[in-house]
């Protein structure tokens, strides 16, 4: 073995030491601070970067919350369209005995068509489109927890 290292053979060492001391346990902001003052790594960058990636989880936290709320009123639109259909596509067929469901069909497909489109919508992750809707919804819930806030304070008053 050498006893001298290049500076990138000395971070992939780290980086994989790093990576199974994670895997079997996780480290201590003070293993943290350790790790970066061997690394030459001053503590108000390490600070920073920790601030970044808080600021980074939080958006993405945020982000997954936002999904799921899409996904659920996806899901509650399919539950609608699949109570209203069945009923209509079954008041045609006893209204209609001898023929076909006719009208009932254009409603299904019609509606289908706005489900699908609707979908498409809410389980799009990337985009203009997804970054407005987004940030609405994050505008929206601040603006609910600022009323709300309000409302406690008032409240308690």
Known sequence: MTDFYPQDDVQQILQIAIARQAESDE???EQLLEI???LGISSENLQAAEQEWQSRRK???ERQSFNEYRRGK???HLIQYLLVNSFLVLLNVLLAAN???SWSLYVVL???L???WDAWKHYQTEGEQYEQA???WRRKRQIGRSVNSVLDKVLKA
């Open 27 to 29: 480290l201590t902001r």
């Open 36 to 38: 970066a003052a061997e």
């Open 59 to 61: 958006e993405l936290l």
């Open 74 to 76: 996806w899901r509650q």
């Open 110 to 112: 019609c509606w289908g």
């Open 134 to 136: 987004f940030q609405w």
């Open 114 to 116: 706005g489900l699908v």
């Open 99 to 101: 023929h076909l469901p």
